[in-house]
């Protein structure tokens, strides 16, 4: 069975520091895909990142950058210069792969609640 | 395109009593999907559908119930609501072409909340 652990449930960081997310992963299958949300205060989940397990290079879009690790089974998001605007639940998902076809069906980490004090 | 719409945005129910939340996309894709989220938690999947027609069970799918008779629409139905059913329910939808397996992001709903007292 497929499992997500944020191992981090709260954390508090002063503006412009920079922070990191963890998320470790159990997969029994070899092609899965990993993703990142956001859940700000209003609720809504956005989508922040995709990444296939056949691509390891680690990904920067702004102040945001993934760093994917296949040998240690994690998939750590760092938020460089953090925001109060950064506030808000993350969550890590997987999905696995079943038979060739993708059923997209996602398992959920239990979330890290980021709060950036100004 | 609107997206991933959701109704009700909120409701209360009293112990016993059914209700149909409504979900629809109109972004043609064929994968949709029913999750909720207990407070502090992450979201876990009650049931997907993966075309219409088809549609099969997640990982907590008891007190509830699904069809898909179209593409756009993915209802979810509760026959005796239960406190234990008091949560947050974020229908998605999803692309995946059947040739290649890939896999695209899921797009989320609003959300609709539901308290069952």
């Known amino acids: 069975a497929q499992k997500v652990t944020q191992a981090q449930t709260e954390i508090s960081v002063v503006e412009k520091e920079d922070v990191t997310l963890d998320c470790v992963y159990e997969t029994r299958d070899t092609t899965y895909y990993l993703f990142w949300y956001k859940q700000p205060p209003s609720g809504e989940l956005v989508f922040l990142i995709r990444?296939?397990?056949?691509?390891?290079q680690n990904e920067i879009s702004g102040r945001y950058s993934w760093n994917f690790q296949k040998s240690t089974s994690s998939f750590n998001f760092t938020i460089t210069a953090s925001q109060v605007v950064d506030s808000a639940v993350y969550f890590c998902?997987?999905?696995?792969?079943?038979?060739?076809?993708?059923?997209?069906?996602?398992?959920f980490g239990q979330g890290t609640i980021l709060t950036v004090h100004p | 395109n609107a997206g991933v719409t959701q109704t009700p945005k909120f409701r209360i129910l009293k112990i016993g009593q059914s209700m149909t939340l409504q979900c629809a996309q109109d972004?043609?894709?064929?994968?949709m999907y029913w999750y909720r989220q207990d407070p502090g938690m992450g979201l876990k999947l009650i049931y997907y559908s993966v075309g219409a027609g088809i549609t099969d069970k997640g990982e907590v799918p008891n007190g509830y119930n699904v069809s898909r008779s179209t593409t756009e629409d993915f209802p979810l139905r509760l026959e005796l609501a239960a406190p234990s059913q008091t949560s947050v329910y974020f229908c998605?939808?999803?692309?995946?072409?059947?040739?290649?397996?890939?896999?695209?992001?899921?797009?989320f709903g609003p959300g609709t909340r539901l308290t069952v007292t």
């Open positions: 972004m043609n894709h064929n994968y």
């Open positions: 990444r296939n397990s056949f691509d390891e």
């Open positions: 998605a939808s999803s692309y995946s072409p059947s040739t290649s397996g890939s896999l695209y992001e899921q797009y």
């Open positions: 998902a997987l999905s696995e792969r079943y038979g060739g076809t993708s059923y997209g069906k996602l398992t």
